[in-house]
Nanobody, 120 residues
Framework: QVQLVESGGGLVQAGGSLRLSCVAS????????MGWYRQAPGEQRELVAG???????NYADSVKGRFTISRDNAKNTVYLQMNSLKPEDTGFYRC??????????????WGQGTQVTVSS
C-alpha cells in the first residue's frame, strides 16, 4: 500500500506565497519522477512542475521564475514553493509520483489534492 498526502493549500492574496508538500508513505523501494499538477474549473489538468530522481526540474511556462519544485528523498517528500501568486494560479493541485515497489515494478500514484485559491 502506498499513499501520497498533500498539504499547504489555502487562500492567499495575489502576490502572496504558499508552499505545498506531498509525502509518500508505505511500501516504497525508491521514487523516480515526482510532480505537481493543477486543474482549474472547466479546464484540463496541466503539469505545473516536475522533478526527476536525480534533481532535474521542468516547469510550465506560466510558473517559471515564480515556482520552485524540490524534494527530500530521505523523507519521500516533494515540495512546491509558490511565490508571486496570481489569480490564474487558482486550482486544485495534486502531486504525482512514480514509485518503485519492493517488487521492482514502478507504479504511478496520485495524492488526494489540495485547493489553492488566489484572490485579486
Amino acid at each position: 500500500q502506498v499513499q501520497l498526502v498533500e498539504s499547504g493549500g489555502g487562500l492567499v492574496q495575489a502576490g502572496g506565497s504558499l508552499r505545498l508538500s506531498c509525502v509518500a508513505s508505505g511500501s516504497i523501494l525508491s521514487i523516480n519522477t515526482m510532480g505537481w499538477y493543477r486543474q482549474a474549473p472547466g479546464e484540463q489538468r496541466e503539469l505545473v512542475a516536475g522533478i526527476t530522481g536525480d534533481g532535474g526540474r521542468n516547469y510550465a511556462d506560466s510558473v517559471k521564475g515564480r515556482f520552485t519544485i524540490s524534494r527530500d528523498n530521505a523523507k519521500n517528500t516533494v515540495y512546491l514553493q509558490m511565490n508571486s501568486l496570481k489569480p490564474e494560479d487558482t486550482g486544485f493541485y495534486r502531486c504525482n509520483a512514480a514509485i518503485v515497489r519492493p517488487s521492482a515494478h514502478e507504479y504511478s500514484y496520485w495524492g488526494q489534492g489540495t485547493q489553492v485559491t488566489v484572490s485579486s
